[in-house]
């Protein structure tokens, strides 16, 4: 294998990514003052760059070098899909109007392209791999134009070196770009992204060239695409992708950067030879999620391997002596030499436990945040021997955190253990719906909501002023109850058949349960990015989970009281709560999970009990923690599914029993999904055009289905006429008996003018093929 000709070591330690949002969250305030037209595009960039150089300060701070390239440069704006898209000029052609001459887009397009305009829809959004961020999917056609002329990277880096750092620039590599692609429309049959292979590293080889001759010893390509073998692509195909798309990227020159390719989230199978024999420089290998590679893999003596042994996407400290024994083992693979990362970007944890000076000191005392695992990587490249008191305080940590108060609850043990297989069945779905057609007698084509409607600057203060002992519980509650009166009769007023109460009590769908069930704990500023300048704290599950009391009864029992039409009780499934909590790492998932079902389960009888008839118990993340090997996958499936079924078979078979999932390769999952068992399932369809219509109709899916019809990530008000289309569509593959109409997603981000002119359009197009099927819309 020939070099690169002037190869420079890679970092002894280093980072594959940093949270990009601002300690303080700058990043999303700017961006948000920027869509607001209170600031110009001018403010937005300088804000940008004062994020990014603080950023390099503090790492190299940290103790990351300010010039081996161990500083990674992962900036963005928004999405480092999109941003790999728009550097090789890929945009759909309805954004066309956007793109200059030179082939770029300015920061107002790429938002635009982001969220949609007007009747333009945005780029589709889905989950990144197995983790609670949402990326944007690049539509790829035979005639996109694919060339290089985005330099903001190029740019960023000279940005750095000027300050006196250099960093390694991080891009999507060319491979997971065009996998996680979608055909464009009007593509041809049999077309796929992947065959545009060659005009993409054809863009990515000027862009790397452009890095280089800016002084980039190292550029990061990014592709955990490799460790999934669940692609339609066939397993033979990809490999040969990547061969030939690093073959040209690694050839021998003296106008490219070392190359380092990153292969998080699991265990790199597929390609790992194709990788080594290329030329490539580096590759690093998740040694969390995954494990080492084999022995006997030809040309891997060329190449460092960096070990990701310290888990980025969690918070608990790292066990440093069973990582640098991992360390130790990936020696004997025979790379040329070893060194030591994290195995995911940091972006998917919060900055630092520094900003948390309220966390219980015991538990703090067992977490690692992003600046944490900064340490935790420096101690293990450093070693017992060079970071004694590193290693030393993670043993202290594996010795007293399993006898700690809480951690393991005898009561709850013994609960799981009494259950038998008739706790996780209801009653069989047709009894249920002759007993739920009785009691609720709605009309074909019911219409409601997912649950929450918009938070309002008046609902935030109110909880803020709450927290800080500035209104007393009554006051609090009254200030709830005057709001969900508000939302009461503005969905009366709308004319919907099944209301919510809003949820302006929740200032997240599970931090808010997460606060009132034991075994977790919540954070001030733990806050990570999700999908754009969207932000979650993500809740600490760290022991044995309980419900002391009831969580939602009274908010659902006020709301019924003010109306006459159905109300839905709302609940966070137990997958989900799972799925966007750090969740303690010392059991199996699934007898969490039952943990938490139980308490969930609690909580529907007292709903019941207090008349709410109709239950919504949400799963959005069901796909999300979906195992990326097909292997491992159906153990997963098995145990969500039953958690669920736990949680909802004490309903009775009057109780409509909802569920809620959205952003995710449902057809995937979509046995699962029907093995929920739930009387209606909503999920996301209209950013997608109603593309889960076949997978439902190949399925055959026999209960009652609610498939979105307003893109609720999107400023976008969709009109009468394509609510309308879409609706048609469904029905078409649904049929009148079954289908449901709602929007995509919880309505808590959007603003009410938009959102009540949207259900206001959603209603009277629903009235308009009620119409069409004879049904009275008086």
Same mark, same amino acid.
């Given at each position: ?94 954004? %066309? ?246 195995? %995911? ?313 909802? %569920? ?119």
């Amino acid at each position: 294998m020939t070099q690169h000709l002037s190869q420079p070591e890679f970092p002894a330690a280093t980072v594959l990514g940093y949270p990009r949002i601002g300690p303080h969250r700058e990043l999303k305030k700017a961006v948000e003052s920027f869509w607001a037209g209170r600031t110009d595009a001018h403010a937005l960039e300088a804000t940008a760059s004062d994020l990014r150089a603080r950023t390099r300060s503090h790492l190299a701070a940290l103790g990351l070098g300010a010039d081996d390239a161990s500083v990674p440069l992962d900036f963005s704006y928004y999405d480092q899909v999109l941003d790999a898209a728009l550097a090789i000029g890929a945009v759909p052609e309805r954004f %066309t109007d956007l793109v200059g001459d030179d082939g770029t887009v300015d920061l107002a397009g790429y938002f635009t392209i982001a969220r949609g305009e007007g009747d333009r829809a945005p780029l589709e959004m889905t989950k990144w791999f197995d983790s609670n961020y949402h990326y944007l999917v690049p539509e790829i056609g035979p005639a996109t134009p694919i060339r290089f002329v985005g330099r903001r990277r190029v740019q960023e880096f000279t940005e750095a070196l000027n300050a006196g750092v250099r960093t390694r620039p991080v891009l999507v590599g060319p491979v997971t770009f065009l996998l996680l692609s979608k055909a464009a429309d009007g593509a041809p049959a049999g077309f796929s992204p992947l065959d545009r292979l060659d005009d993409v590293v054809a863009a990515y080889a000027e862009l790397l060239a452009a890095l280089a001759a800016a002084g980039a010893p190292w550029v990061q390509l990014d592709e955990p695409a490799l460790t999934s073998d669940t692609w339609d692509v066939p397993r033979d195909e990809v490999k040969a992708a990547v061969a030939r798309a690093y073959g040209t990227l690694a050839a021998p020159s003296s106008s490219r950067p070392a190359l380092f390719v990153a292969t998080p989230y699991a265990r790199l199978g597929c390609a790992i030879r194709e990788l080594a024999a290329s030329g490539v420089e580096a590759i690093g290998v998740d040694l969390v999620r995954g494990s080492a590679p084999d022995e006997d893999v030809a040309g891997i003596e060329n190449v460092t391997l960096v070990g990701g042994v310290v888990d980025g996407h969690n918070i608990w400290r790292t066990d440093l002596d069973a990582a640098a024994e991992k360390l130790a083992a990936l020696e004997g693979v025979g790379a040329a030499r070893v060194t030591t990362s994290t195995s %995911t970007s940091l972006f998917h944890v919060p900055h630092t436990l520094d900003d948390e000076p309220n966390l219980d000191p015991t538990l703090k005392s067992w977490l690692a945040f992003a600046d944490e695992k900064v340490g935790e990587v420096l101690a293990l490249a450093a070693g017992p021997d060079g970071a004694p008191e590193a290693f030393a305080a993670s043993r202290e940590v594996r010795s007293t955190r399993p006898t700690t108060a809480g951690v393991r609850r005898p009561e709850v043990r013994e609960r799981l253990a009494a259950l038998t297989e008739a706790d996780f069945h209801r009653a069989a779905y047709d009894a249920r719906v002759a007993a739920q057609d009785a009691v609720l007698d709605l009309p074909p084509l019911p219409t409601t909501t997912i649950g929450s409607f918009p938070q309002t600057a008046e609902i935030r203060r109110a909880r803020a002023a709450h927290r800080r002992g500035e209104l007393t519980d009554a006051q609090y509650a009254e200030e709830m109850r005057a709001e969900i009166a508000r939302v009461v009769t503005l969905q009366e007023e709308l004319g919907l058949d099944v209301l919510v109460h809003g949820e302006p009590e929740r200032n997240d769908m599970v931090q808010y349960f997460a606060e009132l069930l034991d075994g977790f704990a919540v954070t001030e500023n733990g806050w990570v990015q999700s999908y754009g300048s969207r932000c979650t704290r993500p809740s600490i599950l760290w022991g044995d989970v309980s419900r002391p009391a009831p969580m939602t009864v009274e908010w659902s029992a006020y709301t019924a009281s003010l109306t006459s039409a159905p109300v839905k009780g709302m609940l966070t499934g137990p997958v989900t709560i799972l799925a966007w909590s750090f969740v303690r790492d010392d059991q199996p998932l699934g007898d969490t999970a039952n943990q938490v079902a139980l308490a969930l389960r609690d909580e529907i009888a007292d709903l019941q009990a207090a008349g709410i008839g109709i239950i919504q118990v949400d799963e959005p993340a069901l796909r999300e923690l979906l195992p990326l090997r097909r292997a491992d996958q159906q153990a997963y499936l098995d145990w969500s599914v039953r958690s669920f079924r736990l949680a909802t078979s004490g309903a009775v078979e009057a109780t409509q029993v909802h %569920t809620h999932l959205c952003y995710s390769e449902f057809g995937e999952v979509i046995e699962a999904i029907d093995g929920l068992d739930a009387d209606v399932t909503s999920i996301e369809a209209a950013r997608s055009r109603m593309e889960i219509l076949p997978d439902i109709e190949r399925s055959g899916f026999a209960r009652g289905i609610g498939p979105g019809v307003y893109d609720i990530h999107s400023p976008r008000v969709p009109s009468q006429a394509e609510v309308t289309e879409l609706l048609s569509a469904a029905l078409g593959s649904v049929g009148a008996r079954r289908l449901w109409v709602n929007p995509d997603c919880g309505l808590k981000t959007r603003g009410y003018a938009e959102t009540v002119d949207s259900l206001r359009n959603i209603v009277a197009a629903t009235r308009e093929v009620r119409a069409g099927l004879g049904v009275p819309t008086a």
